[in-house]
């Protein structure tokens, strides 16, 4: 894996979390419109870049269309 | 050694599987309102799972066997190889007798409450045990969520308890 790709997934795994996080502060917040905003905010961005890093290095989940041969490839997450 | 003591947050009853579990089973009696906090925590503790698992493989895939034995997982061996296993740090399988699902709203949510707080002691003293300050910076991780997660079901009991009193008027 390239110091390209590794950043870029690290940089998705913090847009992923901070999606995670928000989300879990919206069950309980459910009227504070700030952090609606935020929410909605964040996870477009994490859609987009998600969209980046598939485009470059292949698919990360199994919604994402692909060929065949890329039904199992690696590196799997604890392989990274 | 620290494999054998991460095991702890792997089968323990404190630990990512018992909280997953739980959650995702209790989040069928449970109100309406919180159901999506339930499904949403249990996936993440499902994750913090697949956290653990990696770091147990890790520190133990190249190891030999006089090295697994060195580190107290010379029992561990013979009976799972190289391959992970639902154990306690003491070697004890997982068993659904950890966990409960009861059914009352309140009683669950004290129950979750209760486990975060389990887990994030447990993820502080295996800090003050371990000596890896990479899987350090991954434990601290751990035990901030457990924070977060005990906040949100403490609110969760609250908007609860709201509901209670306002039924009792109406």
């Known amino acids: ?80 | 050694m620290l494999a054998k003591y991460l095991m702890e947050q792997y089968g323990g009853a404190d630990g990512e599987l018992a909280a997953a579990l739980r959650y995702q089973n209790q989040r069928y009696t449970i109100p309406e309102k919180v159901i999506g906090l339930l499904t949403d925590i249990s996936t993440e503790e499902f994750s913090h799972l697949e956290m653990i698992a990696s770091m147990i493989h890790k520190l133990t895939k190249d190891a030999t066997p006089e090295q697994l034995k060195a580190a107290g997982l010379g029992e561990h061996f013979v009976a799972h190889g190289h391959a992970l296993f639902y154990n306690n740090a003491a070697g004890v399988p997982f068993t659904a007798a950890y966990i409960q699902a009861k059914g009352d709203p309140i009683a669950d949510l004290y129950e979750d409450i209760a486990a975060e707080e389990k887990a994030r002691a447990t993820y502080q003293w295996l800090i003050d045990i371990s000596d890896d300050p990479y899987i350090n910076d991954s434990l601290r991780f751990l035990r901030e969520r457990e924070n977060v997660h005990s906040m949100r079901f403490r609110e969760a009991v609250e908007m609860l308890k709201e509901d209670q009193v306002k039924k009792t008027f109406f």
Not at chain 1, 29 to 47: R, V
Request: aromatic fraction near 10%; proline fraction near 6%; charge should be negative.
């Open chain 1, 1 to 80: 894996m390239s110091e390209e790709q590794r950043k870029l997934l690290l940089e998705l795994q913090i847009a992923d979390f901070n999606v995670i996080d928000w989300d879990l502060y919206m069950h309980t917040h459910p009227t504070d419109m700030e952090g609606c905003q935020k929410l909605t905010e964040i996870t477009k961005y994490a859609k987009k870049l998600r969209k980046h890093y598939e485009s470059l290095y292949g698919p990360l989940t199994i919604l994402t269309p692909r060929s065949c041969d890329q039904v199992s490839c690696t590196p799997w997450p604890w392989q990274v």
